[in-house]
T-cell receptor, first 112, second 107 residues
Framework: AAGVIQSPRHLIKEKRETATLKCYPI?????VYWYQQGPGQDPQFLIS???????DKGSIPDRFSAQQFSDYHSELNMSSLELGDSALYFC???????????FGPGTRLTVT | KNEVEQSPQNLTAQEGEFITINCSYS?????LHWLQQHPGGGIVSLFM???GKKKHGRLIATINIQEKHSSLHITASHPRDSAVYIC?????????FGTGTRLQVFP
């Protein structure tokens, strides 16, 4: 069965650069969530989208923005990267906002 | 106070032992996810439950809504069960993660 796809899987950027992470949900899933997991930390909710509209917002820095496109894939744009942005970024998708969330493999971002 | 709390934080077991991981949650959590995260980082959804009990292979998850408590049981544990197990609660449409339980099963 198709799973959540994230790209790239690994990304290395320098401070002050920008990065774009992509998430392709499971087919027919209309809801996408972004989570950030710092080294040795619990995943933290960043933002979610339902039917291409922002559904909820968590601890997402103002330097980050995200959107969900007409094909339901989502992109997380990160600007003015800081060393503290180094983390594993997970995307999850569900059918509806109350549906079971299925996680992608994550994108490991390293900021040097 | 975290909305989702897990215990224990670390757990070691011998192969074949029965394992229990506990999760307590606060008001506002409507359902619980049990997740497994391996050293490579990928997260796998094990169960989502809002009432009763679910079983999949050697894994059993239960939830008591009145007590706001859930447990994940692993029967006949195996070294390949070694991972971090995370309890995450649904608060409206986002997951609130517990601190995870690091399980190591030795042969």
């Amino acid at each position: 069965a198709a799973g959540v796809i994230q790209s790239p899987r690994h990304l290395i950027k320098e401070k002050r650069e920008t990065a774009t992470l992509k998430c392709y949900p499971i087919p027919r899933h209309d809801t996408v969530y972004w989570y950030q997991q710092g080294p040795g930390q619990d995943p933290q909710f960043l933002i979610s989208f339902y039917e291409k509209m922002q559904s909820d917002k968590g601890s997402i820095p103002d330097r980050f923005s995200a959107q969900q496109f007409s094909d339901y894939h989502s992109e997380l744009n990160m600007s003015s990267l800081e060393l503290g942005d180094s983390a594993l970024y997970f995307c999850a998708s569900s059918l509806g906002v109350s549906g079971e969330q299925y996680f992608g493999p994550g994108t490991r971002l390293t900021v040097t | 106070k975290n909305e989702v709390e897990q215990s224990p934080q670390n757990l070691t077991a011998q192969e074949g032992e029965f394992i229990t991981i506990n999760c307590s949650y606060s008001v506002g959590i409507s359902a619980l996810h049990w997740l497994q995260q391996h050293p490579g980082g990928g997260i796998v959804s094990l169960f989502m439950l809002s009432s009763g009990k679910k079983k999949h292979g050697r894994l059993i998850a239960t939830i008591n809504i009145q007590e706001k408590h859930s447990s994940l049981h692993i029967t006949a544990s195996h070294p390949r069960d070694s991972a971090v197990y995370i309890c995450a609660g649904y608060n409206t449409d986002k997951l609130i993660f517990g601190t995870g339980t690091r399980l190591q099963v030795f042969p």
